[in-house]
T-cell receptor, first 108, second 116 residues
Framework: DAKTTQPPSMDCAEGRAANLPCNHS???????VYWYRQIHSQGPQYIIH???NNETNEMASLIITEDRKSSTLILPHATLRDTAVYYC?????????FGQGTRLTINP | GAVVSQHPSRVICKSGTSVKIECRSL??????MFWYRQFPKQSLMLMAT?????????EQGVEKDKFLINHASLTLSTLTVTSAHPEDSSFYIC????????????FGPGTRLTVL
């Protein structure tokens, strides 16, 4: 299973863009990169995923490096409700492997 | 988006009893469902993967006779914790895979199990 490395915690000011990095240098060629977030005592919420190309949806943007060894999740205008633990996880053979994630705190 | 529910949201039981947790995909048919466990301040750990109509595949170290999984339909999977003990107290979360090429998993809200 591919391993991921994320900073344990980050802070961001409300209204600013939050950029969350993830290293997945052992990702296989057919594995997608998935991002989820988990607010305290709730199930994870799907955010976005991608394979090679950058992706954008109503929640966030995903930037994947050309060598696919790392990616960055961008929340363009962070709000207090974006405070959560963010997980980057490759998906291979349907399995998600969750690391420790990044605890993102949005400050007023 | 795809919605997954779990019932109950929290349960307290006595040691030695069995507890059943239900996971339902509300607006899509889930060919595959997953069960995770999360201890306080830790990440999610996959327990097992179940495909509709077949036996579940358990991760290493997860006792299949203790954690019984049934996936009898495309919208319902159940996890039964048999002879529960205090060390089984945890947050149990299910996910269901949407039938698309990328098989995105959508998670339920979780069930908090406390064994006294």
């Amino acid at each position: 299973d591919a391993k991921t490395t994320q900073p344990p915690s980050m802070d961001c000011a409300e209204g600013r863009a939050a950029n969350l990095p993830c290293n997945h240098s052992t990702i296989s060629g057919n594995e997608y990169v998935y991002w989820y977030r988990q607010i305290h005592s709730q199930g994870p919420q799907y955010i976005i995923h991608g394979l090679k190309n950058n992706e954008t949806n109503e929640m966030a943007s995903l930037i994947i490096t050309e060598d696919r060894k790392s990616s960055t999740l961008i929340l363009p205008h962070a709000t207090l409700r974006d405070t959560a633990v963010y997980y980057c996880t490759p998906q291979g053979a349907q399995k998600l492997v969750f690391g420790q994630g990044t605890r993102l705190t949005i400050n007023p | 988006g795809a919605v997954v529910s779990q019932h109950p949201s929290r349960v307290i039981c006595k040691s030695g009893t069995s507890v059943k947790i239900e996971c339902r995909s509300l607006d899509f048919q889930a060919t595959t469902m997953f069960w995770y466990r999360q201890f306080p301040k830790q990440s999610l750990m996959l327990m097992a993967t179940s495909n509709e109509g077949s036996k579940a595949t358990y991760e290493q170290g997860v006792e299949k006779d203790k954690f019984l999984i049934n996936h009898a339909s495309l919208t319902l999977s159940t996890l039964t914790v048999t002879s529960a003990h205090p060390e089984d107290s945890s947050f149990y979360i299910c996910s269901a895979s949407s039938p698309s090429a990328t098989d995105t998993q959508y998670f339920g809200p979780g069930t908090r199990l406390t064994v006294l």
